[in-house]
């Protein structure tokens, strides 16, 4: 999976973001404001983790296509071109932590399905964000723990219905 990155697609992702949290910060800060957001966050992040399937080929087409629309904007206003930005992964999914990434998948499509207007719209910033930024070698770094969670969550459940790991 390639994954094309450019610094305005990067400041794109950064504005949601932004645009997500100014909001939150201002008003109460009420965590419970930041779930239909941070969520879809986390799908983003953990679909650049799916390379052979089609979360990551989504991933992948979310960020080419941010950067893309970003790099014409910036050409336009700017009447220069974008810099190109290096890209990364996060990790390696075992089979239990591809069942987890699917099982969530699935959880955030039901969650969509009941969600609001507004909440709609704060879920699709997070999935844009989490799956721009989670291309990037600094993010990469600050999550290395990420993919190992999602292996630790399906190898755990694995266990239990294997009897090997009791609740």
């Not at 239909?36 to 087409?61: D, E």
């Not at 399905?113 to 997070?126: E, F, I, V, W």
Request: charged letters at 10%; a positive charge; glycine letters at 18%.
């Amino acid at each position: 999976m390639n994954a094309v990155l450019s610094f305005a697609g990067v400041g794109v992702a950064l504005l949601v973001l932004w645009a997500n949290l100014r909001p939150w910060w201002k008003g109460g800060r009420d965590p419970k404001a930041l779930i239909p957001y941070g969520t879809a966050l986390l799908l983003g992040l953990i679909a650049t983790m799916c390379i052979g399937g089609l979360l990551g080929w989504g991933a992948a087409g979310i960020a080419g296509l941010v950067t893309h629309g970003s790099d014409k904007a910036v050409s336009a206003a700017a009447g220069t071109s974008s810099a190109s930005m290096a890209t990364s992964r996060l990790g390696a999914l075992t089979a239990p932590g591809g069942v987890t990434a699917t099982a969530y998948f699935i959880g955030m499509i039901i969650l969509w399905k009941g969600a609001g207007k507004q909440d709609k719209r704060r879920m699709l910033g997070g999935l844009i964000t989490g799956a721009v930024l989670g291309f990037l070698p600094g993010v990469v770094l600050l999550l290395g723990w990420l993919p190992d969670t999602v292996n630790g969550i399906g190898e755990y459940v694995k266990g239990i219905f294997e009897g090997r790991v009791t609740v």
